[in-house]
């Protein structure tokens, strides 16, 4: 579901912490590249999301839309994306799993929208190790991630350092790749209900899926591995 880099492994301080049983959270990043399961998916990019989340007994469900758009010189190289999201995030022995269901469009273009089903299951061991597995019940694209590292204080930051490593399998063939990367970041609060962060990672991917040159709004060169960095602020509305 959440496509920032950072917020995705910090949000939770500050969702978790609020006591509203229901609360809007909004969240905005901006990135030098933004890379997802092994490819460059924007340039310079601007992400919004906003969420309506209602925490119960047995878990949270929520809710919203996601948006992605890239911005600056090279824009015209990759396509706008607006994703509309529910999901179900709940405890269970040993961790916490997070069910998600997206539909994808891309407007403006005639890339086809698709239907996207994900899950993740969070360790409480130590490094906290992850799994992420995601299928794309349209265009029949799979995959699935591992993922895990240290977190810290540092003052009144929280910093972590994330290894990750995946594979994704389109449907069509066309993309198949394996891919890993290393994650730094930092996250500290803004007053109760807000949350900054920055964040850097690099990339690397068996498959040419990262932009090396872009001229004329069309990527004429092509690397397999990226760097991007980036800044994320969150805000939660009880």
């Not at 529910?86 to 040993?94: A, E, P, S, T, V």
């Amino acid at each position: 579901m959440l496509k920032l880099n950072l917020l995705a492994a910090s949000a939770c301080v500050f969702v978790t912490e609020s006591l509203a049983e229901t609360r809007v959270i909004g969240e905005a990043a901006i990135s030098s590249g933004l890379h997802d399961r092994g490819e460059q998916i924007g340039p310079l990019t601007l992400e919004t999301e906003l969420l309506l989340e209602t925490t119960g007994a047995h878990g949270t469900l929520y809710g919203g839309l996601y948006r992605l758009t890239p911005i600056g010189a090279d824009q015209a190289a990759f396509a706008d994306e607006t994703d509309y999201v529910i999901g179900y995030q709940f405890d269970i022995q040993g961790g916490s799993m997070d069910l998600t269901a997206s539909w994808l469009t891309y407007p403006g273009t005639e890339d086809e929208e698709s239907l996207e089903l994900a899950a993740s299951f969070t360790s409480d061991l130590p490094y906290s190790p992850a799994l992420a597995v995601f299928h794309d019940a349209t265009l029949g694209d799979f995959g699935a991630e591992v993922s895990a590292g240290p977190s810290w204080k540092s003052g009144a930051w929280d910093a972590y350092v994330l290894a990750r490593a995946g594979f994704v399998d389109a449907g069509d063939e066309s993309g198949d790749r394996s891919h890993a990367g290393l994650e730094l970041g930092a996250a500290r609060p803004l007053g109760q209900q807000a949350e900054i962060g920055l964040y850097a990672r690099y990339d690397i991917s068996d498959a040419d899926s990262f932009a090396r040159e872009i001229n004329q709004g069309v990527v004429t060169e092509f690397a397999s591995s990226g760097l991007a960095v980036g800044a994320v602020i969150g805000v939660v509305i009880p």
